[in-house]
Each structure stands twice: as C-alpha cells, then as structure tokens.
C-alpha cells in the first residue's frame, strides 16, 4: 500500500510507457506539482467517468516541464509506471487543496505479450501501421496497445483485468475488431465510386 499519493483526477488512463501531456492551470494542480516536483515526481490520475472518480488509474511519473507560463500554469509531460486500486480517497489535502489518498499498486507495469497477441498484431501492422517489424525490438504490451487507438474507456476497462492472461485476450479482441475495422474499410472503397 502506498500512502497520502497526490490525487489528479482525469478522464485519461496513462497505460505504463505512455506519455501524455497534460496542462495544469487550476491552482491546487498547481499546488500538486509543487509538491511532487521536490518529492520524486509521483502521482496518482484516477480515472474519471461520467463524473464519477473511479477507483483505479494510472500512477504516473513527472518526466519534463514543457512550458512555465507567466501566470502560473504549466504544460508538462507525465509517464505511465503502473496501475492501481484506489484504497482511500480525500477530497482535500489537510495542507494544499489537491486530492490524495492511499493506493495499491498492481504490479501491470510489465505484461509479457502472449503468441496470440504478437500474431493479431504483426496481421494489424501489415494491414494499417506497415511498420518494418524486423528492425524493431519486439513490441511489448504496453507498447501493443497504444498503437491500436484505444479509447480512455477501452483502457479504463483494459485496466480492470485481473491476470496477464486476461489482459492478453482483451487486448488481442481489440487488435482483431480493428484489424476487421480495416479490412471492411478497404472493401468498401473496392465497391463503391464516391464523386
């Protein structure tokens, strides 16, 4: 269990390897970075749904400050570590204004891609990336799926998989239902003259 997190309640998940960027104008985000910057840049983004905080999302790391402005607001990058399970949530730091909470890490940070995945993918990179897969280390999980375009509740509900193998049959639905996406893409063009 990891205790009093910084909280930044977003409609995003930041799957791990991913970087997002986000842009922080709200003074008790402000406060966050503030806090998070002198004590090794780790924060919790629980996820947002329908207004509702939900109770897992992404424990992220501070990699770079993009941009200070002169009014306070900040543009920075932020890298996906891991996943976790909100244990206690507060709506108010007893000292600054921001969420936090306590936490547990799932330990996703690092899922092995099985052969049925690997091989969803190399007939989707064929089909719609075309990248040259034989120069490239072999893609990981993480890696996987942000190529494809999941949408932040694809990967909310990504998130709530229990076991590696679990993940690895969600993940290769979601590869086959686009690389199906792109095949009907492709046979309507064959059949159809648009003027």
């Known amino acids: ?13 930041v799957l791990p390897g991913e970087t997002r960027f986000l842009h922080i104008f709200e003074k008790k985000y402000r406060n966050l970075y503030e806090d ?4 090794g840049g780790y924060f919790g983004i629980p996820f947002i749904h329908t207004g509702n905080v939900e109770q897992a999302g992404s424990l992220v790391k501070l990699e770079k400050v993009l941009v200070k402005y002169p009014n306070g607001e900040l543009d920075i990058a932020v890298k996906g570590v891991d996943i976790f399970n909100i244990l206690k949530y507060y709506d108010e730091h007893p000292e600054r204004f921001y969420p936090f909470g306590n936490l547990e890490l799932l330990n996703k940070g690092k899922i092995e891609p099985s052969k049925q995945l ?3 993918f190399n007939k989707y990179n064929k089909l ?5 897969l034989e120069k490239l280390p072999k893609p990981g999980f ?3 799926a ?8 694809e990967k909310f509900n ?11 049959t969600t993940m290769t639905n979601h590869v086959n239902l686009r690389t199906l996406l792109a095949l009907q893409k492709d046979s309507v063009h064959e059949y159809y003259c648009l003027n």
């Open 118 to 120: 690997l091989d969803a």
């Open 36 to 39: 998070i910057e002198s004590n």
């Open 128 to 132: 719609v990336l075309k990248l040259d």
């Open 1 to 13: 269990m990891e205790e009093n997190i910084p909280f930044f309640p977003l409609g995003i998940v």
């Open 142 to 144: 993480y890696l996987i």
């Open 158 to 168: 990504l998130l709530l998989q229990g076991s590696e193998k679990a993940l690895n």
């Open 146 to 153: 942000n190529s494809v375009g999941l949408t932040e509740i």
